[in-house]
């Protein structure tokens, strides 16, 4: 079984930094690749950024240019910097991890994200 679990959620101001983190632990043998998804309050899950195991990454173009993510192999972790934090990012903020193994995913709990004054 793998454990995902996030970290790192807070309250920050707007123009704000926060970065958030992941670890997956368990039997993890290796990972594919790992990414960050976010819920508002009455939205739909979506798509944030990805990184592949290779290190090549993707965005959302409401993030585009404002968050980077980045993991480490070595402990399984992948993190997600975010600059100029609007009140629109205002969500609940997930990790998915993919392993290579049959392709199975597995999703954290979650993390809270408030941009607000």
């Known amino acids: 079984q793998v454990r995902v679990v996030e970290s790192g959620g807070d309250l920050v101001q707007p123009g704000g930094s926060l970065r958030l983190s992941c670890t997956a632990s368990?039997?993890?043998?290796?990972?594919?690749?790992m990414g960050w998804y976010r819920q508002a309050p009455g939205q739909q899950r979506e798509w944030v950024a990805t990184?592949?195991?290779?290190?090549?990454?993707n965005y959302a173009d409401s993030v585009k240019g404002r968050f980077t993510i980045s993991r480490d192999n070595a402990k399984n972790t992948v993190y997600l910097q975010m600059n100029m934090l609007k009140p629109e990012d205002t969500a609940v903020y997930y990790c998915?991890?993919?392993?290579?193994?049959?392709?199975?995913?597995?999703w954290g709990q979650g993390t809270q994200v408030t941009v607000s004054s």
């Open positions: 998915r991890v993919v392993v290579f193994v049959a392709s199975r995913e597995y």
């Open positions: 368990g039997s993890v043998f290796a990972i594919n690749s």
């Open positions: 990184i592949t195991s290779g290190s090549s990454t």
